[in-house]
């Protein structure tokens, strides 16, 4: 059987070659990061769906309403963690591919001071201030009391999910995806478990699934913490972490700090206007029901799942185009961004024709009101009509990361979102209708990617990355 899986993957790798999609020579070396991390986005994204599956199917749509409310506020937790941990990876994966292990080691001591500046205000803001938050998302005192109550117990966690952020991407910039995988993985899992424990057999609905994340995030976080110290995981068979963090100094450098502020403040910026932009889409959502709020979060959810393709293709694109780069081979890491953006496009279109076709026994998973169920079939579809967007601006996205190119990005993200589908959404609430929330969804992702594939295209990122890879007096 293995053999037939072999010649299967080499014949696939072969015509991938001829068709001109991506090099053999690269393809492996971009699968070898990428599936790690796209399992770990499965994961990862399938918390929170499952979340959204179990408490709808106990407590109906105000429930699911009010996971998308709280999620809503959770994202920029996790998104700012994200842009933060893109900085990250673009020093690191530059200078380890320069092999200078010290300066890598210390943008990885820079994350996680940051981690801890930026998490716990955002922590205490949430815990103190949850149901006033909500309450400017809706008038529903039931779907508000559902969000409070889901935020106010996993604020507290918010430190946890910038720490494992920085971590796994810090494995990435290495070139070690699997090992973060098996830790978030594993994590997942027991999220998922948890949910089932506290929701169905301890009756706890919101609390239950907010506990559940919460814990898992620590239990990685510990688990995390061995390996970054330089130990090796036991059944885990990858060598240690080539850049531990150690008690020896120095553990500040300001200059290195200034340019990991640098590059992940756009990131910050993109991913929070990528959040916020949920919060007016709700507001409008609201104005058709909490049939439409829930539908559209099911949507949501699931395009979510799809985009876990990102995880990997972004991380790769990110990891090899810093990589070379950092080994001053600019001809080779623009090679490597476009192709696996082709790869990936690919990816996407295969997998968005099957939820396609698959979307009423799909969005079944999430509810069985009819109402409900309606609305999220084609919610569910045009989701997977929008990930050939994201699919586009990810790969883009990870390659711009990669040379340290993060402000057009950001601005990319604006134009697309704030300009473009936002006034899009709002005819909805002028008489347009719902079909504008679809429009919507599919104009915030394909914009951003069309202007950073564009980005992509002037070539300008090699320049940026020059001024990181200089090494200050020299």
């Known amino acids: 059987m293995r053999g037939v899986l072999v010649r299967t993957g080499d014949a696939l790798a072969r015509a991938l070659d001829r068709a001109g999609v991506i090099a053999e020579h690269r393809l492996r070396p971009t699968l070898s990061l990428a599936w790690p991390r796209v399992l770990t986005g499965v994961a990862l994204m399938s918390k929170q769906t499952a979340d959204v599956a179990m408490v709808g199917l106990v407590l109906g749509p105000p429930a699911i309403a009010g996971l998308a409310f709280a999620y809503?506020?959770?994202?920029?937790?996790?998104?700012?963690?994200?842009?933060l941990a893109g900085g990250t990876i673009a020093l690191v994966s530059q200078h380890y591919g320069a092999e200078r292990y010290d300066r890598a080691e210390l943008a990885v001591k820079a994350s996680l001071l940051l981690s801890v500046a930026v998490s716990i205000p955002l922590s205490v803001g949430y815990v103190l201030g949850a149901e006033s938050l909500i309450g400017l998302l809706s008038s529903d005192?039931?779907?508000?009391?559902?969000?409070?109550?889901?935020?106010?117990?996993?604020?507290?966690?918010?430190?946890?999910?910038?720490?494992?952020?920085?971590?796994?991407?810090?494995?990435?910039?290495?070139?070690?995806?699997?090992?973060?995988?098996?830790?978030?993985?594993?994590?997942?899992?027991?999220?998922?478990?948890?949910?089932?424990?506290?929701?169905?057999?301890?009756?706890?609905?919101?609390?239950?699934?907010?506990?559940?994340?919460?814990?898992?995030?620590?239990?990685?976080?510990?688990?995390?913490?061995?390996?970054?110290?330089?130990?090796?995981?036991?059944?885990?068979?990858?060598?240690?972490?080539?850049?531990?963090?150690?008690?020896?100094?120095?553990?500040?450098?300001?200059?290195?700090?200034?340019?990991?502020?640098?590059?992940?403040?756009?990131?910050?910026?993109?991913?929070?206007?990528?959040t916020a932009l949920i919060f007016p889409l709700l507001a409008i959502a609201g104005t058709f029901g909490t049939s439409v709020v829930a539908a559209l979060e099911i949507g949501r959810r699931v395009r979510g799942l799809i985009d876990s393709l990102s995880w990997g293709f972004s991380i790769a694109a990110s990891t090899l185009v810093g990589q070379n780069l950092g080994r001053e081979d600019e001809g080779e890491a623009e090679s490597y961004g476009r192709e696996i953006l082709r790869f990936s496009l690919c990816c996407y279109l295969v997998l968005a024709i099957g939820v396609i076709?698959?979307?009423?026994?799909?969005?079944?998973?999430?509810?069985?009101?009819?109402?409900?169920?309606?609305?999220?079939?084609?919610?569910?579809a045009v989701g997977a009509v929008s990930t050939?967007?994201?699919?586009?601006?990810?790969?883009?996205?990870?390659?711009?990361?990669?040379?340290?190119?993060?402000?057009?990005?950001?601005?990319?993200?604006?134009?697309?979102?704030?300009?473009?589908?936002?006034?899009?959404?709002?005819?909805?609430?002028?008489?347009?209708?719902?079909?504008a929330l679809y429009v919507a969804m599919v104009?915030?992702?394909?914009?951003?990617?069309?202007?950073?594939?564009?980005?992509?295209?002037?070539?300008?990122w090699k320049s940026v990355s020059r001024s990181y890879r200089e090494t200050p007096g020299e």
């Open 357 to 380: 076709a698959l979307a009423n026994p799909i969005a079944g998973a999430f509810t069985d009101d009819p109402e409900t169920l309606s609305l999220a079939t084609v919610f569910v």
């Open 72 to 83: 809503a506020f959770w994202g920029i937790v996790t998104f700012l963690a994200i842009g």
């Open 443 to 460: 104009a915030e992702t394909t914009v951003p990617g069309l202007l950073n594939y564009y980005r992509f295209g002037t070539g300008r």
């Open 141 to 274: 005192p039931v779907a508000i009391g559902y969000g409070t109550a889901y935020l106010v117990v996993l604020a507290p966690a918010a430190l946890f999910e910038f720490l494992n952020m920085i971590v796994s991407r810090t494995y990435a910039a290495v070139g070690d995806t699997y090992t973060p995988m098996i830790v978030r993985v594993a994590g997942g899992l027991l999220n998922i478990a948890l949910n089932a424990v506290f929701i169905f057999g301890l009756g706890l609905g919101v609390v239950g699934a907010a506990l559940g994340t919460g814990i898992s995030l620590v239990a990685v976080t510990v688990v995390f913490a061995w390996g970054m110290v330089g130990n090796r995981y036991p059944g885990i068979d990858r060598p240690p972490l080539q850049v531990p963090i150690t008690r020896s100094g120095p553990h500040v450098e300001v200059i290195l700090t200034r340019q990991l502020l640098t590059i992940s403040a756009p990131l910050m910026g993109r991913r929070a206007a990528e």
């Open 388 to 435: 050939l967007g994201l699919g586009l601006d990810g790969s883009v996205t990870g390659a711009l990361r990669g040379a340290g190119d993060t402000r057009f990005p950001f601005l990319a993200t604006l134009v697309g979102m704030y300009l473009v589908a936002l006034p899009i959404a709002y005819t909805g609430v002028l008489g347009v209708g719902v079909i």
